[in-house]
């Protein structure tokens, strides 16, 4: 069975500065990783996803993350946040190739808080 | 086009009563999943369905909750015999194929609390 931690509860920023959201991953075999966001008072939805090839991903709002496989990690980063970043971030993986590859498991979720 | 929708947004019960949570997916999307949300956690996976049939039914907590897409849209959550323990949001989504590699449509949740 695969696991996901994402070891920030709360990271509070202020707006330019640069945001990493961990997240580590436990499972033996190939896997879907995957960002979602939840801005306040919407639905979750996706930020990026990797699936094969460059490890590093780009984003819609100018996230990007980097598959490290060695260290099963899938950080978010974004070089400058902006107040409109504000929001709770989950991170999510899938195992690919699997009879259950349509189940995903998600991390507890980063909140995200910009002060402007 | 619509995006996922899920009926009632709230839904407040008593202990021991039955509840039906409904999903209606985008149009065309033939896999459907079902997560609950406890308050301070993710999702954490339920069932999904690949057209009419429950491809993995793993995550259902116990014989108390069921699920059922007859038509291969449509989808209903069924609780029985209620518990507190059962309080939370539970979130529907959708994807054109398996989520192994296309994106999930999630709906806004049916927020669900057993008094």
């Known amino acids: 069975a695969q696991s996901v931690s994402q070891h920030n509860h709360h990271v509070i920023l202020s707006e330019a500065a640069s945001l990493e959201l961990g997240c580590n991953y436990s499972?033996?075999?190939?896997?879907?990783l995957f960002w979602y966001v939840q801005y306040p008072g919407q639905h979750l939805q996706l930020l990026l996803k990797?699936?094969?090839?460059?490890?590093l991903v780009k984003g819609i709002k100018g996230f990007e993350a980097e598959f490290i496989k060695s260290k099963f990690s899938f950080n978010l980063r974004k070089p400058s946040v902006q107040w409109s970043d504000t929001a709770e971030y989950f991170c999510a993986v899938n195992a690919r190739g699997n009879t259950n590859a349509g189940k995903s498991t998600f991390g507890d979720g980063t909140t995200l808080t910009v002060k402007p | 086009g619509a995006g996922v929708s899920q009926t009632p947004s709230n839904k407040v019960t008593e202990k021991g009563k039955y509840v039906e949570l409904r999903c209606d997916p985008i149009?065309?999307?033939?896999?459907l999943y079902w997560y609950r949300q406890s308050l301070g956690q993710g999702p954490e996976f339920l069932i999904y369905?690949?057209?009419?049939?429950?491809?993995?039914d793993s995550g259902l907590p116990n014989d108390r909750f069921f699920a059922v897409r007859p038509e291969g849209s449509v989808s209903t959550l069924k609780i029985q015999r209620t518990e507190r323990g059962d309080s939370a949001v539970y979130l529907c989504?959708?994807?054109?194929?398996?989520?192994?590699?296309?994106?999930?449509?999630f709906g806004p949740g049916t927020r669900l609390t057993v008094l």
């Open positions: 990797y699936f094969s090839g460059d490890p």
């Open positions: 369905f690949q057209g009419t049939g429950a491809a993995d």
């Open positions: 149009s065309g999307h033939t896999a």
């Open positions: 499972y033996g075999g190939t896997v879907n």
């Open positions: 989504a959708s994807s054109l194929g398996l989520a192994e590699y296309n994106e999930q449509f």
